[in-house]
T-cell receptor, first 112, second 109 residues
């Protein structure tokens, strides 16, 4: 593995179900991020983590939670999915504040 | 408020040159990024400007004017594989990224 791996690639989920999107990086980057991308909108930050053990809320955190137990993993959990959470979710990491983001291939989530 | 404006869609011809403009309003400024995103794929980094002027990287160049809140991405010798969305992203004084909705570039033979 080189870079960021996200799983699953796609998922159809019934409303009300719990779901965890997985994200793993092998670049030893301190900062990690979760974004959602919806048609016609810029990427919107859900949660971020500047270093292992710390997390912060982004622009659209409601309905989502994250954890950062170690440097490599940054899972995103939807406690009770709703249709408005239908989106493409990207995990990203960076080496510092001014450094470019490296993205995973995304998870396409449909909540029915 | 913080905002990024860029055209929704542009069309250009293979072999030609295209300029994608971006204007931004940011609370403080710590640089501007351009990313390329092919349909169904993740964004990939193209360029970063923090000082005024032109940065050239092969067929792609990026320009920044901090006083005007303006940047452009210049693509030369267009190839069909350049068909993608181009995302303009500014960084504010708190190192928060503000993402534009992207410019979809269509290349015609």
């Amino acid at each position: 593995i080189a870079g960021i791996t996200q799983a699953p690639t796609s998922q159809i989920l019934a409303a009300g179900r719990r779901m965890t999107l997985r994200c793993t990086q092998d670049m030893r980057h301190n900062a990690m991020y979760w974004y959602r991308q919806d048609l016609g909108l810029g990427l919107r930050l859900i949660h971020y983590s500047n270093t292992a053990g710390t997390t912060g809320k982004g622009e659209v955190p409601d309905g989502y939670s994250v954890s950062r137990a170690n440097t490599d993993d940054f899972p995103l959990t939807l406690a009770s999915a709703v249709p408005s959470q239908t989106s493409v979710y990207f995990c990203a990491s960076s080496d510092g504040a001014n450094s470019p983001l490296h993205f995973g291939n995304g998870t396409r989530l449909t909540v029915t | 408020g913080q905002n990024i404006d860029q055209p929704t869609e542009m069309t250009a011809t293979e072999g030609a040159i295209v300029q994608i403009n971006c204007t931004y309003q940011t609370s403080g400024f710590n640089g501007l990024f351009w990313y390329q995103q092919h349909a169904g794929e993740a964004p990939t980094f193209l360029s970063y400007n923090v000082l005024d002027g032109l940065e050239e990287k092969g067929r792609f160049s990026s320009f920044l004017s901090r006083s005007k809140g303006y940047s452009y991405l210049l693509l030369k010798e267009l190839q069909m594989k350049d068909s993608a969305s181009y995302l303009c992203v500014s960084m504010d004084s708190n190192y928060q990224l503000i993402w534009g909705a992207g410019t979809k570039l269509i290349i015609k033979p």
